[in-house]
C-alpha cells in the first residue's frame, strides 16, 4: 500500500509505541488485540440522531478516530482512508431473546471480534436497545488513546454546548511525553535512562508471582463486574486513606488483590508480586489533547513475607511510592518508553514483559485506576446514565487485568481475563476475597 506524505494524520507518541507493543503480544496470544471498553447502563433507550450527529462532529473535529494505523519503514502512523469505516453500530434485541443474553453475547462479540490492525477503527460506538435495556458500549484501540482520551470523548458526547464542546482539544500540544522529555538537558536524560535501567534491574531481582498457569491457549477475553453499595465503597475509601493516604488509593487496591491472591494460590512460584500500573502525565481537568497516549509506567512490588502481612504490606507500598517520587523514577522511564519506540514490535515486547533476571513474565497482573467518573448521569442525550463498566484486552501471563472506577459513589472493580486460562466461577471467587480485604474484614 502506497502511502504518500499527505495522508499522514499524525505519528504516534512514545505511550503510543508502548501500548502498540501489546497490542502485538496480545494478538500473538491469540486474542483481538489491546483494546479498551466504557459501558453505560441507560434508564431508556436514548435520542439516536442526536447521538450520531454527536459521534459524527466529533470525528470531523479529530480525523483520527477514522484513520488507518499503518506501517512506514520501522515507524507506525495514522493515515487517511479512502473510505473511512462506519463507527457508529445499533444492535436491537430481537423479540424471541432476552434482554440479558442478548447484551451478554452482543458485548462479548464486540470485544473479541478479530480484525487486521490496519483495518480496525481506532473507535467503535455500539447501542444495544431492547425493551427495558439499554448499553452504550465503547471500544477503542488503546494505540488511539488512554483511558482518559475516553472520558473526555465521552463527556464530548455528553456536553450539551457546542461552545463548550468546541473546547475540547484546545489548546493544541505536542505529545506530553515528548514536553517531559523536553525539560531535561541530554545529560540529564542520560541520567535518567540509566536509572530507570536500575529500576528495573532492582524489580527483576526479584521472579515474580504468577497466581494463573495453564497449559491451554486463550481463546477469548471475559470479564466480571463487582460493584459495591455507597456505604461499602465509603469503608473502602476511608481504610485507603488510613493506610496508604489521600494520594494512595490505586495502592490500596493493588495491594487488596496482592494479598487476595496470595490467599487464593499460597503456592505460586515466585518471589514477589510486580504490577505495572499508569502514571497521568496530564493536567488535572485538562481537556487537551483529545486522542494519544500520555502516560508513564510505574510499578508497585512486594516480596511475598510482606503480602503476607496486612500492615507490613501497606507500609511498604506506600514508602515504595513515596521513594520513586522522590528519586524521579516516573520519569526515568519516559527516556526508556522514547528507546523503546524505535526497537520493533516484537524486541519492543519481549523487553516490556520480560523480566532481565528469570526471562519469565515480570507483571503478575495489570491494573489501572480510572478514578472518578464525573460525567453528570442526565448529561446523555436523550436518557440517564445508571451505570457504567470498563474492561480492557491482557496478555497471557498474566493473564489478569484489574481495573477500577467510582460512579455516583460507587466503587466498579471490573476482573478482566483470558479463557480458558481462568473462568468466571474462580473470578467470583476471587472477588470474594478482594472484597475482604478491601473492607478490612477479620480473616
Not at 496470544?29 to 489491546?34: Q, S, V
Not at 463498566?389 to 477500577?404: D, E, I, K, N
Amino acid at each position: 500500500m502506497s502511502i504518500s506524505k499527505e495522508d499522514i494524520l499524525e505519528k504516534l507518541n512514545p505511550a503510543d509505541s508502548f501500548t502498540l507493543a501489546m497490542d502485538e503480544e496480545i494478538r500473538k496470544d491469540g486474542l483481538a488485540g489491546n483494546f479498551g471498553c466504557f459501558a453505560l447502563r441507560l434508564s431508556k433507550a436514548p435520542d439516536i440522531a442526536m447521538l450520531e450527529q454527536r459521534i459524527n462532529e466529533f470525528c470531523q473535529r479529530f480525523p483520527v478516530a477514522l484513520s488507518s494505523l499503518q506501517q512506514i519503514g520501522k515507524r507506525h502512523y495514522w493515515c487517511k482512508r479512502d473510505n473511512p469505516p462506519p463507527v457508529f453500530f445499533l444492535h436491537h434485541c430481537p423479540e424471541n431473546k432476552l434482554e440479558a443474553d442478548f447484551q451478554q453475547q452482543t458485548i462479548d462479540t464486540i470485544i473479541n471480534h478479530k480484525q487486521a490492525r490496519e483495518f480496525a477503527a481506532p473507535i467503535e460506538f455500539h447501542l444495544l436497545t431492547g425493551v427495558t435495556q439499554h448499553i452504550f458500549f465503547i471500544r477503542w484501540m488503546h494505540v488511539f488513546g488512554d483511558a482518559r482520551s475516553a472520558d473526555l470523548i465521552l463527556k464530548y458526547l455528553c456536553t450539551t454546548d457546542e461552545v463548550q464542546r468546541q473546547q475540547f482539544g484546545l489548546p493544541v500540544t505536542p505529545p506530553l511525553v515528548d514536553v517531559q522529555l523536553g525539560k531535561y538537558r541530554w545529560w540529564q536524560k542520560i541520567n535518567l535512562l540509566w536509572k530507570g535501567k536500575r529500576y528495573i534491574d532492582q524489580l527483576d531481582s526479584l521472579e515474580s508471582i504468577q497466581p494463573f498457569h495453564s497449559g491451554l491457549a486463550p481463546q477469548r477475553m471475559n470479564y466480571s463486574i463487582q460493584k459495591l453499595s455507597v456505604a461499602q465503597t465509603n469503608q473502602v475509601l476511608k481504610l485507603a486513606k488510613e493506610q496508604v493516604g489521600l494520594t494512595g488509593t490505586s495502592l490500596y487496591y493493588i495491594g487488596c488483590l496482592m494479598r487476595a491472591l496470595e490467599i487464593m494460590h499460597p503456592n505460586s512460584d515466585g518471589a514477589a508480586y510486580c504490577v505495572p500500573y499508569a502514571f497521568n502525565l496530564r493536567k488535572q481537568r485538562a481537556m487537551a489533547p483529545m486522542t494519544g497516549n500520555h502516560i508513564c509506567a510505574l510499578f508497585a512490588q512486594a516480596p511475598r513475607a510482606v503480602v503476607q502481612d496486612r500492615k507490613a504490606l501497606f507500609a511498604h507500598l506506600k514508602q515504595q511510592n513515596a521513594n520513586v517520587i522522590r528519586q524521579q523514577m516516573d520519569y526515568a522511564f519516559l527516556p526508556l518508553m522514547w528507546a523503546g519506540s524505535w526497537l520493533s514490535l516484537a524486541e519492543y515486547g519481549k523487553t516490556l514483559r520480560l523480566s532481565y533476571g528469570s526471562g519469565k513474565e515480570r507483571s503478575s497482573f495489570w491494573f489501572s485506576d480510572v478514578g472518578r467518573m464525573d460525567v453528570p448521569s442526565d448529561s446523555f442525550p436523550g436518557a440517564t446514565i445508571t451505570d457504567l463498566f470498563y474492561a480492557c484486552q491482557v496478555t497471557t501471563p498474566p493473564g489478569l487485568a484489574f481495573l477500577s472506577c467510582i460512579y455516583q459513589n460507587q466503587l466498579t472493580l471490573s476482573y478482566n481475563f483470558a479463557e480458558p486460562t481462568s473462568n468466571v466461577e474462580q473470578m467470583a471467587q476471587l472477588h470474594q476475597v478482594v472484597l475482604a480485604q478491601l473492607l478490612g474484614e477479620p480473616e
